[in-house]
């Protein structure tokens, strides 16, 4: 599969580069070139010094959008609106959201925008048609690039169509140990995102240094 | 620890009353001290044909109260504020909320009261000084009754009482194989009662028959 990672220079998106690299087609975008193309120089020394060197080049974001057949967008809540604003083509992709809307005080909360959601946003900001999913939301973000740490959690996926729903769970159990559960239509995913905050409130509370989530 | 149960008489009333019993002095309270008494009888019923005989009683909803050190509020979301605002005597206890407001359309949706949540409504109705807690919103509902199965799950506790925390974590897991994780102040609750209708839905669109969560 042809995967793009849009913001792909980040905890979460050099982590998911490295874990996706191995069974796709993988770029890692960024809105410059060159922090793109040191990240997937390093992301690729790591990986090859593990033992299983694989293919990754660093484009601009819009290349990783037009690379993928698959495009994940790894970005702050914060950057989501203004970064895909500026690209295009989304309408003939798949695209999936591993973004949280949160905010920090005496403890950590869900923030959505009014639409309800990150991925409900992404919706009213992307051209019709295009196939928004979430997954990977409720993985710590430092477990990502932890590559000795195998990440034996279960992914909600949800989506408006079906058939995205089954290609991006394929793309989340291609990750040793990652189980994907379909969730249904996209309206679901306040609830699979307000599980972020949560999770660092219990391992504040609990003193664990990260928590995730099994379905069962 | 003597736990008081306010609509004892449901599915998940009837299951947490005989997970509960080999373990705390347990009370079934009903609006009709007479449906109660038929409740812990077919209860008691069940237990010595498992070889596992206990004591339960019957009666009122507020003598459920009186009873309790802990109250648990085995009430659906819909009667909790008529059903609480007929007891008395609730800033003694702690008092736990599994309860989840949702709804059903195409999708299982959180469906909060103003307030945020269920437990942060409580929080209102209730005497100031009240310690709720949040506890086993997340189990399926028809896994109590069913005692073959044990409830290998996940339970998050969320409140305002560092105390009351303690002890509601110890009554969890005073039920064989749940485990109990701090999640802090019950402004946390919305983000732990909204996890149930993504389980619903999760169920729902992955074939499987109940659907509960661990931290890990």
Same mark, same amino acid.
């Given at each position: 599969? =042809? ?25 890692? &975008? ?20 593990? /033992? ?5 080049? /660093? ?22 609106? +203004?970064?895909? %604003? ?5 309408? =003939? ?11 920090? %005080? ?9 639409? /309800? %959601? ?5 919706? =009213? ?9 979430? +997954?990977?939301?409720?993985? +710590?973000?430092?477990?990502?690039? +932890? !590559?000795?740490?195998? !990440? ?6 949800? &989506?408006?169509?079906? /058939? ?19 969730? &249904? ?14 999770? !660092? ?16």
């Amino acid at each position: 599969m =042809k995967i793009g990672i849009v913001g792909g220079t980040g905890e979460i998106g050099e982590g998911l580069a490295m874990r996706l690299a191995p069974r796709h087609d993988v770029v890692i &975008g960024s809105r410059e070139a060159e922090k793109a193309s040191a990240s997937s120089t390093e992301c690729m020394g790591i990986l090859r010094g593990r /033992g299983t060197p694989c293919v990754l080049r /660093g484009v601009t974001n819009q290349e990783a959008v037009d690379h993928g057949e698959v495009v994940i967008l790894a970005i702050p809540f914060t950057h989501l609106a +203004a970064t895909v %604003s500026a690209l295009t083509g989304m309408e =003939k992709k798949v695209v999936i959201s591993p973004v949280n809307p949160m905010q920090r %005080s005496d403890i950590f909360f869900f923030d959505p925008p009014p639409e /309800g %959601s990150a991925a409900l946003l992404l919706q =009213k900001l992307l051209p019709p048609g295009t196939r928004i999913c979430t +997954a990977f939301n409720n993985v +710590a973000a430092n477990r990502w690039r +932890a !590559l000795d740490q195998t !990440l034996d959690y279960s992914v909600a996926v949800c &989506g408006d169509d079906a /058939g995205a729903r089954q290609v991006v769970r394929g793309v989340v159990e291609s990750v040793p140990n990652l189980k994907a559960f379909d969730a &249904g239509p996209l309206r679901v995913s306040p609830m699979i995102e307000a599980i972020t905050p949560l999770l !660092l409130n219990i391992a504040r509370h609990s003193k664990m240094k990260d928590v995730g989530i099994q379905f069962r």
